[in-house]
């Protein structure tokens, strides 16, 4: 079954650390993979996308992802994180219709 | 560009009423996708259009639901005699083709009283 785990519902990191989001997938092809990120009262907004090619993909707002075939892995990363970061992000998979995570929502100390 | 528009942003209904949402996509895109986030949950895909012909209907998609997209256009979205599980944010995307970004709309917040 095609399905997306994203197993850290919440996670706090202080403004100015580094950021690892965890994202791993089951799909049956090879997959196209997003991360979507979500502010409260707004629409979800791509932050990035792989498709083919290099594993390690750039994104909007400084973040990046790598794909990892083996461990069927699209980790979100970032080196330092803003206070504007704080968030809900979302891996998902799909070619047509996308398979959303559950979501990661993200807090930020200052 | 003015990206993807929904109608209304807020609804609120009882049980047993019909409500309709419009959604907009943006203007030379030809795919349109309809999505459902409850509170906690990641979007659930609902249906899809290629410009007037819809192609895939999910099973969450039950017979009391109906999407049209009449011109390749604007599409609607109709619930019929809602409960209060339809209780949920709905959402629009459209893209270019397929496998290509799909761009969200903000989303028509739906409360079932």
């Keep these: ?110 | 560009d003015t990206g993807v528009s929904q109608d209304p942003r807020h609804k609120i209904t009882k049980r047993g009423q019909n409500v309709t949402f419009r959604c907009d996509p943006i203007s030379e895109h030809n795919r349109l996708y309809w999505y459902r986030q409850t509170l906690g949950q990641g979007p659930e895909f609902l249906t899809y259009f290629q410009n007037e012909a819809q192609l895939e209907k999910s099973r969450l998609l039950s017979d009391r639901f109906s999407a049209e997209r009449p011109k390749g256009s604007f599409s609607t979205l109709e619930i019929q005699r809602t409960e209060q599980g339809d209780s949920a944010m709905y959402l629009c995307a459209s893209s270019e083709a397929r496998q290509e970004t799909q761009y969200f709309g903000p989303g028509t917040r739906l409360l079932v009283l």
């Design chain 1, 1 to 110: 079954a095609q399905s997306v785990t994203q197993p850290d519902i919440h996670i706090t990191v202080s403004e100015g650390a580094s950021l690892e989001l965890r994202c791993n997938y089951s799909y049956g092809a090879t997959p196209y993979l997003f991360w979507y990120v979500q502010s409260p009262g707004q629409g979800l907004q791509l932050l990035l996308k792989y498709f083919s090619g290099d594993t390690l993909v750039q994104g909007i707002k400084g973040f990046e992802a790598e794909f990892k075939r083996s461990q069927s892995s699209f980790n979100l990363r970032k080196p330092s994180v803003h206070w504007s970061d704080a968030a809900e992000y979302f891996c998902a998979v799909g070619n047509d219709k996308i398979i959303f995570g559950k979501g990661t929502r993200l807090h930020i100390l200052p």
